[in-house]
Nanobody, 126 residues
Framework: QVQLVESGGTLVQAGGSLRLSCAASGRTVSSTAMGWFRQAPGKERAFVAA????????YFADSLEGRFTISRDNAKNTVYLQMNSLKPDDTAVYYC???????????????????WGQGTQVTVSS
C-alpha cells in the first residue's frame, strides 16, 4: 500500500495559477500510472488528469486540456498538477490516486485506482 499526501491547495482568484503536489510514501509509485481527480460539493468525483509511469503519456478531461498539466518526478516519488487560468468552476477538493500498472483508458475511472490521498481544497474566487 502507498500513502499519498496532497498539498498546494488554497484560495486563489479567477485567472490565477496553482501547482498541486502529491507525495507518495510506503512504496515507489514509478511502477504505476497516477491520476488526479476532483470533487465539488454535491457532485461526484471527476477525472482530471492521468500520467503514465514514465511521464511520456498523459490524459486530461476534455474541458481541462490546455489549462492543466500533469507531471511526475519518480526520483522524488511525487506527482504534480499545474493549473492555470483557474475558474470558479474549478473549485473542488483535489485528490491524487495511485493505480497498479500502466496507463490505459481505464485510468480515467476512479475504480481503476488502488490508493487515494486525503485531498486538498482548491477554491477559486470570482
Amino acid at each position: 500500500q502507498v500513502q499519498l499526501v496532497e498539498s498546494g491547495g488554497t484560495l486563489v482568484q479567477a485567472g490565477g495559477s496553482l501547482r498541486l503536489s502529491c507525495a507518495a510514501s510506503g512504496r515507489t509509485v514509478s511502477s504505476t500510472a497516477m491520476g488526479w481527480f476532483r470533487q465539488a460539493p454535491g457532485k461526484e468525483r471527476a477525472f482530471v488528469a492521468a500520467i503514465s509511469r514514465s511521464g511520456g503519456t498523459t490524459y486530461f478531461a476534455d474541458s481541462l486540456e490546455g489549462r492543466f498539466t500533469i507531471s511526475r518526478d519518480n526520483a522524488k516519488n511525487t506527482v504534480y498538477l499545474q493549473m492555470n487560468s483557474l475558474k470558479p468552476d474549478d473549485t473542488a477538493v483535489y485528490y491524487c490516486a495511485a493505480g497498479w500498472g500502466p496507463i490505459t483508458r481505464a485510468t480515467l475511472t476512479p475504480g481503476w485506482y488502488r490508493d487515494w490521498g486525503q485531498g486538498t481544497q482548491v477554491t477559486v474566487s470570482s
